[in-house]
């Protein structure tokens, strides 16, 4: 009998898995959603789904596998209406980078025989620009899946987040939920609100009227973050706020450092201080590019041996659904 998973959420992550997924070894039939009718209609014509459904509710009850691939604040309004609709074995997969509202909403909607993990990918080697928007197979192959889990969490949902990250390529790690959101925070958040703070502060000046005719590439590249799916942003932002402003803080003390060195230092200090970031930078992306992370002190993962991700469903050859 074929497993069936779930997609919800169909935008650029949703539909890479749902395109690894085809390729994988397994019975499955792979069933779609997202509130866009126009990601509904590129996933399916992208065949990263077998069928669409107008509404989760439609498939949630026979779902062996439901993974959400959505912005994190729109997950809530679907574990609490579709909760109590999913199978007592349903397995519940988040991809969003941001894990404490998920599992304190999982815990407030769903009964606890569900089986709940969060496994965030992430890009490998930057062979391709990172904010393309297509989505491919492959897409994050070569990177890794942030694997997170509350006390309560199964090895048979555990064993489904590994097997995930197998079917992307990709290496799985563990993070605590804060040590996620705390890196969300530092790597995505903290360089968009230092965008938005330097707009702000250049756009407020009083010679902005010249400023703005001066501005090239370097200020539009720097600034662009702040206008990348903002209202997406602005949602994380204030979700994780607390691990923000903490980063903020430490943004203080090294912008007062930087202050001071300048003030009071001699040139070869400050030329120290710049050669340092950059050969910093550089080492972090060649290790990047070849995917080798021996150096860092990454989680070691136990194997797991036993079940699939939902049974047997990466260990038998595809069975396409029939048609209706």
Known sequence: MANEILLIGLSQVGTSLGLA????????????????????????????????????????????????????HEVEDYLEHLGPKMKSDAIVIDTAPVKAPFFKWAAQYLPASHHVVGATPIMGALDREDTSTDATADRFAGGLVAITTSPDTSERALAAAINLAKVLDAEPFFLDIDELDAATAAIEDLPTLMSAAMFQLTANSPSWRELQRIAGAIFVQATEPCTTESKLLQQRIIANRQNIISRLDLMVDEIKSLRELLANHEDEDIIRYFDQADSTRYAWLRARARGDWASEELQSLPRIEKVGLVGPLFGLPRRKPKPD
């Open 21 to 72: 997924l085809e390729n994988s070894q397994g019975e499955v039939i792979r069933v779609g959603y997202d509130p866009d009718k126009k990601n509904n209609t590129a996933a399916k014509a992208a065949g990263a789904v077998d069928r669409i459904v107008s509404h989760p509710r439609l498939a949630v009850s026979s779902a062996d596998l439901i993974i959400f691939a959505l912005p994190h």
